[in-house]
Nanobody
């Protein structure tokens, strides 16, 4: 299984970016897919998760109202639309898939990261 993330880059505060993550090797159309991030010197942090139907979505409080997670199950792809970016959103963003969602999201698979840098 491979999760290939893309879409990161260097932007200014207030700008938008859309991250994409395409899964290959198995289908995740009946599973959760989501995003985590790790800022320099900090622990990995959950960002967002979405069920395959979209009925269940969850975000970390710091991105609510600014980030939106979506999926194209036919393409086995998850997206993260990031608007009104802030400097504190600077991190390496990792996509994740499968696993369980209880009090927290515990994925089975992780992708490689994509760097998002927000300058002021």
């Amino acid at each position: 299984v491979q999760l290939q993330a893309s879409g990161g880059g260097l932007v200014q505060a207030g700008d938008s970016l859309r991250l994409s993550c395409e899964a290959s090797g198995r289908t995740f159309s009946s599973s959760f897919m989501g995003w985590f991030r790790q800022a320099p010197g900090k622990e990995c942090e959950f960002v967002a998760v979405r069920s395959w139907t979209g009925i269940t979505t969850r975000y970390v409080d710091s991105v609510k109202g600014r980030f939106s997670i979506s999926r194209d199950n036919a393409k086995n792809t998850v997206y993260l639309q990031m608007n009104s970016l802030k400097r504190e959103d600077t991190a390496v963003y990792y996509c994740a898939a499968g696993g369980v969602l209880g009090g927290s999201y515990s994925p089975d698979y992780w992708g490689q990261g994509t760097q998002v840098t927000v300058s002021s």
